[in-house]
């Protein structure tokens, strides 16, 4: 490290540090070095050339260092090496004594490496010779000089694939006689001279002085496809060149100097006409282009992308990509390319180029550009941490929720399946859940199925005391949707989330409300519930036999055999036949004197039943809130586990009392004998009067005040049922139950032809999200 140690304690004021040795530039007739370099402003990295002065460096040669600094410090372009600072001895050099020009990071041409990967770097050759030609055509015509050095050596390569001009040391005016190449022969490159020059023959050159640069050029050419140049005879050879750059080639290569074209001329040549020439024509206009024309161009720019160099896709490509998304009102058209880039990086890269400036486009008002990338949230969500997804994105997404726009509510139900993953509890039941329920009450049917569908993949990622109070409500709802897909989706949902539900779940609220669907109208929806059936009874199978192993191996008495005793079975009957003629007896008994009565009784007042209308107000009508519920240590039901999708299988049989002395025979504890009275209902009613005892029992269920959370006669009906029962006035975060509460109207207006009860068949909707794209 001593070189290093003492070049730095010489060093010359630039605006670089120099970090290594160099290494000398081949192919030139003066020494130069390549550094790398850093800026001391913010470290970014540079290039740093060198020319040291020796005690054997001739002024010539120092007279030619210079002229390189300073003709680089005034030919701006964006194909030659970017001037950044620079150092001149002046004329007191002396040995030791350095010529240094700091530039853009560049590396050295490798035609090598070009060589080798011939198919895969195609399309950077050619837009690499295309920089070259645009930088000579810039330098004879508009500046008028002859740059008189272009070889490989003299070609440097950017980290985004670009190919810039540099060695300058001969650059001069063309008509000048006394300029440095004209008399600084010992500097020429001899095997990239055209005959004209190797002869001395300037006449010739006074009207084409850029011919000597277009000879040169051709030599480039060779050289990047066939390696080094040996001799001029090499130059026939076109064996190794693309068709259509021989008469490219060819054209620069012809004997009489004027009749070479000019830099101007090769830039119309087809062989010029590849697809990155193109792109990188088009990302110079970027800016001045309206919008649609902005949007053909990135459309067609995804198609190429698999054809363009991974530099260039990646360190040129992509900046501009991010800023016409982010600036430049390019839309979505823009976002497919730039995530396709995305797909080549690792995460570390990804997360370092691409995740910022896609965060800052969800926070975007422009719809087009949201859509645009929920749409494409695939392709980039294994690269965001948890941390930027609950600070940064899910924020911007679930302002979506609620958007006015259909199409932006639906993606964004369908990127939670994503998300939810990378959230935390406390986000998913405060927020995520609370969503969902809201969304579940959509007006788009293809929303709401699409909601359910989500549930049911997001359940894995929920706490099992979520589960419990969340899947089997939100379930339920779903299949009682209007929309035939909805139902569908229900079905699906229950089916592969039946590992998380008990069997005693499954028995009381599973199947009963399954079971309603296998008369549906849509063939699709039958067919579902007949298999999710199975599944359910399979696994209540399942649970059955291990009830009955567990029992055997505690020994905890002897197992209950399936098939009852004869003994059993013949009291049983005897049992349920004295119960049945005692009701008969004494109903006779009650009816007669009842009748005898009322003939000394004023006109019959209406019971209480027909006072309410047949509105009988419920024992906890006064609970408004899940809170109330909750404090309720009594047993009632909590409005979840036996509300939601109680049947009524559970209710004790009524056992027949014996009746008191002197009375008459009472029912349940309450001794409802007339409303319970069986045997009078069968035997001293006529038919239709039963029916209207039965309606009327039907419509006290569904009154107001004593509806139970899932009212399922209203299936029966065309229209769904109304909600029973207040609404909480306020939700807890934890507080989930009254979010999916099926007593409420699904909040969507049924179409003609989406009736549950219907006989109309609804044709599934395209744009639905189908369970195995998920």
Not at 57 to 67: F, I, R, T, V, W
Not at 553 to 558: D, H, T, V
Not at 666 to 691: E, F, M, N, R
Not at 705 to 720: Q, V
Request: charged share 25%; net charge neutral; hydrophobic share 35%.
């Amino acid at each position: 490290m001593q070189w290093l140690s003492s070049a730095l304690s010489k060093a010359p004021p630039i605006k670089a540090e120099i970090l290594d040795a160099g290494t000398e530039l081949k192919g030139g007739r003066i020494l130069w070095k390549i550094h790398e370099g850093k800026l001391k402003e913010n470290g970014a990295q540079v290039s740093v050339f060198s020319w040291e002065m020796t005690a054997n460096s001739s002024d010539s040669e120092l007279a030619a260092a210079k002229n390189a600094l300073r003709r680089i410090k005034t030919c701006r372009h964006p194909h030659v090496l970017q001037y950044i600072d620079g150092h001149d001895p002046g004329d007191s050099a002396k040995a030791g004594s350095k010529v240094l020009i700091v530039t853009e990071h560049v590396k050295l041409l490798d035609t090598s490496t070009f060589q080798e990967h011939a198919s895969q770097n195609k399309e950077g050759i050619v837009w690499g010779l295309y920089g070259v030609a645009n930088a000579i055509q810039f330098i004879n015509e508009d500046c008028k000089l002859i740059h008189g050095n272009v070889h490989r050596g003299s070609i440097f390569v950017s980290k985004c694939g670009d190919w810039k001009l540099g060695g300058f040391d001969l650059c001069g005016e063309a008509n000048d006689s006394n300029s440095i190449f004209r008399r600084c022969e010992q500097f020429r490159v001899k095997r990239i001279l055209p005959p004209e020059v190797a002869k001395g023959n300037w006449e010739s050159l006074q009207e084409a002085g850029y011919a000597v640069d277009t000879w040169s050029f051709g030599c480039l050419i060779h050289e990047v496809y066939n390696g080094m140049l040996a001799r001029p005879e090499d130059l026939k050879n076109t064996t190794q060149l693309p068709q259509e750059a021989i008469p490219l080639y060819q054209s620069t290569l012809k004997a009489v100097p004027d009749r070479r074209p000019r830099g101007s001329q090769m830039l119309t040549s087809p062989f010029f006409k590849s697809r990155m020439v193109q792109v990188n024509k088009s990302l110079t206009e970027l800016a001045l282009m309206d919008s649609a024309q902005k949007e053909d161009f990135f459309l067609k720019l995804s198609e190429s992308l698999d054809l363009l160099p991974d530099c260039f896709l990646r360190f040129k490509l992509l900046p501009e990509l991010l800023k016409a998304v982010e600036f430049g009102g390019a839309g979505t058209a823009a976002i497919a390319p730039m995530l396709k880039i995305g797909q080549r990086m690792t995460a570390e890269e990804f997360g370092k180029e691409i995740v910022p400036g896609v965060v800052r486009c969800f926070g975007s008002q422009d719809r087009a550009t949201r859509i645009g990338l929920l749409q494409n949230l695939h392709t980039f969500a294994e690269h965001l941490t948890p941390t930027l997804v609950e600070k940064d994105i899910f924020p911007q997404i679930s302002s979506g929720f609620t958007d006015s726009v259909p199409a932006l509510r639906e993606l964004s139900v369908k990127s939670l399946v994503l998300l939810v993953p990378k959230l935390s509890d406390r986000v998913i039941n405060s927020q995520v859940l609370r969503s969902i329920a809201q969304l579940q009450q959509d007006p788009e049917g293809s929303i709401r199925c699409n909601t359910t569908i989500c549930l049911g993949k997001i359940s894995a990622n929920l706490t099992p005391s979520t589960r419990d109070k969340i899947l089997l409500p939100a379930f339920n709802r779903a299949l009682h949707d209007p929309f035939p897909p909805a139902r569908l989706a229900a079905l699906m949902s229950l089916a592969v989330t039946m590992e998380f539900y008990t069997a005693q779940d499954i028995a009381r609220k599973v199947l009963p409300a399954v079971g309603m669907l296998t008369v549906d109208p849509q063939k699709d929806v039958r067919d579902q519930a007949l298999t999710c059936l199975q599944g359910a009874v399979s696994r209540l199978a399942a649970e059955s036999s291990k009830m009955s192993d567990d029992l055997a191996l505690q020994g905890g008495g002897p197992v209950t055999s399936p098939v009852m005793n004869e003994a059993g079975v013949m009291s049983w009957a005897a049992t349920a036949a004295a119960s049945t003629l005692t009701k008969k007896i004494w109903g006779s008994i009650d009816s007669a004197e009842t009748k005898a009565s009322s003939s000394n009784k004023s006109p019959a007042q209406p019971n209480k039943e027909e006072k309410g209308g047949g509105q009988e107000k419920h024992a906890d009508s006064n609970k408004d809130t899940f809170a109330d519920w909750e404090d309720d240590k009594a047993g009632t039901s909590s409005g979840w586990d036996d509300g939601m999708l109680d049947d009524g299988l559970d209710e004790p049989f009524d056992v027949p009392q014996p009746p008191a002395k002197g009375g008459k025979p009472q029912g349940k504890a309450g001794g409802k004998a007339q409303q319970d009275d069986w045997g009078a209902l069968i035997d001293d009613v006529p038919t239709s009067t039963k029916l209207e005892a039965v309606k009327s029992k039907m419509s006290a269920g569904k009154s107001s005040g004593g509806a139970k959370a899932d009212d399922w006669s209203s299936l029966l009906d065309d229209k769904p049922g109304k909600g029973a029962g207040k609404a909480a006035t306020k939700t807890s975060d934890d507080d989930f139950e009254s979010l999916f509460d099926t007593s409420k109207n699904l909040g969507a207006k049924k179409k003609p032809g989406a009736k549950l009860g219907g006989a109309k068949v609804v044709k599934k909707s395209d744009d639905l999200l189908d369970w195995e794209e998920w």
